[in-house]
């Protein structure tokens, strides 16, 4: 019986292919909520502290929907305001199944770091004896 189930059973073959605008970012930092219909929608974002100059413009109103710059000038930033930039890198959309298959992904990642983080602590007190 157990020939009769493998021949019935299909074969699938996954292939990744990569999007033409796919690129790999590092991200720290994860923003997002609940759609109105239920998918679960993430911002996965990376800050860092923004230093230096700015361009700053001033802008007259033109009427209520269309303005113009006026002028421009280039200033350093304020040095008792921290200014943080953070650098947004995608949006997903999930459903639950999807969430739940992630976390469940997740956490078996989380504890391979995890073994991986205990042994490279090992390794170099063993190189540092």
Partial sequence: MAD???ESSPVIRFHYEN???FKTS??????????PNGMLHMTF????RKMGM??????????EDHARRTSART???????????RVQECSVYMSRRSVERLAG??????IEMGEH???????????AS
Avoid at 26 to 35: F, Q
Avoid at 105 to 110: I, K, M, V
Wanted: proline share 2%; glycine share 6%.
């Fill in 4 to 6: 009769s189930q493998e």
């Fill in 19 to 21: 999007a033409p605008d």
């Fill in 26 to 35: 590092y991200v720290e930092h994860v923003r997002g909520g609940l759609t």
């Fill in 45 to 48: 974002f990376s800050e860092h």
């Fill in 54 to 63: 700015v361009e700053e413009s001033e802008i007259e109103f033109v009427d």
């Fill in 75 to 85: 200033v350093d930033l304020d040095a008792t305001v921290l200014h943080i930039s």
């Fill in 105 to 110: 992904w997740l956490r078996s990642r989380a």
């Fill in 117 to 127: 983080s205990a042994h490279s602590e090992k390794a170099a007190e063993g190189e």
